[in-house]
Nanobody, 125 residues
Framework: QVQLVEVGGGSVQAGGSLVLSCTVS????????MAWFRQAPGKEREGVAVFDDDLRTRYADFAEGRFTLSKDNVKNTLYLQMISLKPEDTAIYYCAADETCRGMTTIQRSYFEHWGQGTQVTVSS
């Protein structure tokens, strides 16, 4: 059974940085399409960044320039480095994975079968 475990959430002040990691277990497949989503209170879950089938990274507009995605295929782990954090980045961050996300244009939750439990990121002003 595939499981995703996120580590690295926490509380920081505006302008601070955090690194989130997400490790896939229960599978030897290491070419998952993996992504980060986030959900703020009262808002829809939105895509943050994706590492797709073609080993390309794509970012939501709000993440571009501040967030950096990387993937370690040996460890089957996805990392999200976040800098210059803003209060509006406060949310629960979820890792997601699927064997493929081919055809996905914007980062959409419907393309992902496997989800982590989420990790809280709180940015204070």
């Amino acid at each position: 059974q595939v499981q995703l475990v996120e580590v690295g959430g926490g509380s920081v002040q505006a302008g601070g940085s955090l690194v989130l990691s997400c490790t896939v277990s229960g599978s030897t497949y290491n070419r998952y399409c993996m992504a980060w989503f986030r959900q703020a209170p009262g808002k829809e879950r939105e895509g943050v960044a994706v590492f797709d089938d073609d080993l390309r990274t794509r970012y939501a507009d709000f993440a571009e320039g501040r967030f950096t995605l990387s993937k370690d295929n040996v460890k089957n782990t996805l990392y999200l480095q976040m800098i210059s954090l803003k209060p509006e980045d406060t949310a629960i961050y979820y890792c997601a994975a699927d064997e493929t996300c081919r055809g996905m244009t914007t980062i959409q939750r419907s393309y992902f079968e496997h989800w982590g439990q989420g990790t809280q990121v709180t940015v204070s002003s």
